[in-house]
């Protein structure tokens, strides 16, 4: 137990893990309806380049690819190997912690992020940049997941989870409470039309955000095992109530904040 520099996507959660594919399109299907819903909302200015990072598998570039056709669309991860050529978008692999990237980036009517700064160790340095790269007139969106212990109706659940967590902050830099400041980091900025949508992942039959949550534990409870945050079959309970298809209750908050440079 202990804090180490490891980083998201280095050992733990690397693309080329089984599973990794199958455990972000569980990720996707359980926030996309609300990314969507929120980037419909957005005035981007036509003919602007739209930049999303840490896309993952692409998914919402592809998205933004159908519904901005023959536009620019950058797709930055860490990893390309999960993304898909010849889908209205260019897949770039860089890493966003490295002040080069954003050399070579530009500017963008829309910069997006899910799911990412939560899990960098340079997020402010991140934040930073992702403001810069907007276009006057344009739009930041950054998104990720908050804990909140008290909506899981099980205490079962919520035990493992908090275990989870402490491995998480401690061995990666995660942070499950960064996205409550995004939208007053935005307004503080200087940025119009700041908002905010709370939304949360459901734990329910064939809900894509159970199966999620536990690919996620089953990932990484060996190495938080092995760590001394929990005992091995800590988890088996809680993978059971989510993956079991009985139970119905709240995994964790999926927070989205949005502005526009002036
Ligand atoms: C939890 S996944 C989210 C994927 C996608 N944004 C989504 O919400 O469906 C985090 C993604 O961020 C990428 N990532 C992590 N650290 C990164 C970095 N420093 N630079 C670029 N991408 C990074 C990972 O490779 C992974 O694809």
Request: proline share 3%; aromatic share 8%.
């Amino acid at each position: 137990m202990g804090q180490s520099n490891e980083q998201y996507g280095d050992r733990m959660f690397t693309h080329l893990t089984q599973g990794e594919r199958a455990r972000l399109d569980h990720l996707a299907d359980a926030v996309s309806q609300y990314t969507y819903r929120d980037l419909a909302e957005l005035g981007v200015p036509a003919g602007e380049r739209l930049l999303d990072l840490g896309g993952g598998t692409g998914v919402v570039a592809q998205r933004l690819a159908e519904m901005r056709p023959g536009t620019e669309i950058v797709c930055v991860d860490r990893s390309v190997a999960l993304m898909s050529e010849g889908t209205g978008y260019t897949p770039l692999e860089a890493d966003v912690c490295d002040r080069t990237t954003w050399d070579r980036l530009g500017s963008f009517g829309l910069v997006h992020a899910r799911n990412l700064l939560m899990h960098l160790r340079k997020r402010d340095f991140v934040f930073e940049r992702m403001m810069e790269a907007v276009v006057p007139g344009g739009w930041l969106m950054v998104a990720d997941m908050v804990d909140a212990p008290e909506l899981r109706r099980s205490l079962r659940f919520r035990e493992t989870f908090a275990q989870l967590r402490s491995y998480m902050e401690a061995e990666l830099g995660t942070s499950m409470t960064c996205a409550t400041t995004y939208a007053q980091r935005m307004h503080d900025a200087g940025m119009t039309d700041v908002g905010v949508s709370y939304d949360c992942l459901i734990v329910g039959p064939d809900k894509p955000g159970a199966a999620f949550m536990a690919r996620t534990l089953r990932h990484l409870w060996p190495d938080i095992v092995s760590k001394g945050y929990a005992k091995p079959d800590g988890a088996d309970e809680a993978i059971a109530y989510l993956e079991g298809g009985q139970h119905w209750d709240s995994a964790i908050a999926f927070v989205t904040a949005w502005g526009r440079k002036g």
